[in-house]
C-alpha cells in the first residue's frame, strides 16, 4: 500500500491545481454584497490588491454610476493614431471594486484610426460595433493572426493577454464597446512598451530583435518618450 502513496499524492495535487484554475483566472470572487473602493485609502499607508472597502454608510448610488461612455472623445487634435479610450473601470467607478468585471469606449477616427496592438495582461474582451466599421484581430501565442471585419452590431473576442489591435474601415468614424471580465484589465501598448520604457530598453536589443540598425531604432525611440 506504502508504494501507492506517491501516486495518490499526485493525483490529489493533480485534482487540487485543476480545481484552483478558476480561482486565479480572473479576479477575486466578492466576500459581500459590495465593495465600494474608498480612494482615500492610497493616501494612507495601506497598500492591498485592488481597493479597500468604503464603510457601508458612506456608500451612495453616485458610486455606482458612471456617465462618461455617452461622450465622444477626441480623436483628432495631436493623436496620431486617431483612436480615444474613454473606460469605465475601477479608477472612475469605485462600485466596481471586486465585482471582476469592467467596460470601454473606443471612438475611432475615419479613415484607419487605430487602436494599435496592444494586451490587456488581466482580462479578455469582447467588442461590439456600435457605430462604423472596425478591422480588428489578435495575435496568438503561435504567431497566427485571426482577423476579419466588423459591421455594427457585430461582436468579437480577444483572449486574455493576446496583442490585438483595431482600425476603423471607411470613411465613417466608428465606435465600439468592450466589456472585459476584470475591473482594471490593464493595458499595454506593444510599440510604446518597448520604444517608450523607462528606463530604455537598449537600443541594441531591439535593433537584434527587429534586425534593423540601431539609427532606425532611435527614431523610432523619439516618437514614443517615456512616460
Given amino acids: 500500500m506504502a508504494h501507492k502513496l506517491p501516486a495518490l499524492l499526485l493525483a490529489a495535487c493533480a485534482i487540487l ?4 484554475a478558476p480561482l486565479v483566472a480572473g479576479d477575486p470572487d466578492m466576500l459581500q454584497d459590495f465593495c465600494v473602493a474608498d480612494y482615500k485609502s492610497l493616501e494612507g499607508p495601506l497598500r492591498v490588491n485592488g481597493f479597500p472597502c468604503k464603510p457601508e454608510a458612506n456608500v451612495t448610488a453616485d458610486d ?5 461612455l455617452a ?6 487634435s495631436g493623436n496620431p493614431t486617431g483612436s480615444a479610450v474613454t473606460a469605465a473601470d475601477v479608477e472612475v467607478l469605485p462600485g466596481l471594486n471586486t465585482l471582476g468585471v469592467s467596460m470601454a469606449r473606443v ?5 484607419g484610426g487605430l487602436s494599435p496592438p496592444h494586451v490587456h495582461p488581466r482580462a479578455t474582451e469582447i ?15 503561435a504567431n ?3 482577423g476579419r471585419t466588423l459591421s455594427r452590431g457585430e461582436a468579437f473576442v480577444f483572449p486574455r493577454g493576446l496583442v490585438h489591435f483595431q482600425r476603423s474601415v471607411g ?11 476584470s475591473q482594471l484589465p490593464g493595458t499595454q501598448e506593444a510599440a510604446a512598451a518597448l520604444f517608450g520604457a523607462s ?8 535593433a537584434k530583435a527587429f534586425q534593423v540598425d540601431g539609427g532606425v531604432v532611435e527614431s523610432i525611440k523619439a516618437k514614443f518618450p517615456p512616460k
Fill in 144 to 146: 497566427r493572426l485571426f
Fill in 107 to 111: 471612438d475611432y477616427a475615419p479613415w
Fill in 64 to 68: 455606482f454610476f458612471f456617465g462618461g
Fill in 127 to 141: 467588442l461590439v460595433v456600435v457605430e462604423g466599421a472596425l478591422e480588428v484581430g489578435f495575435v496568438t501565442a
Fill in 199 to 206: 528606463p530604455a530598453v537598449p537600443t541594441e536589443v531591439l
Fill in 71 to 76: 461622450n465622444a472623445a477626441d480623436v483628432y
Fill in 171 to 181: 470613411g465613417a468614424a466608428a465606435v465600439a464597446i468592450s466589456a472585459f471580465d
Fill in 17 to 20: 491545481l485543476a480545481l484552483a
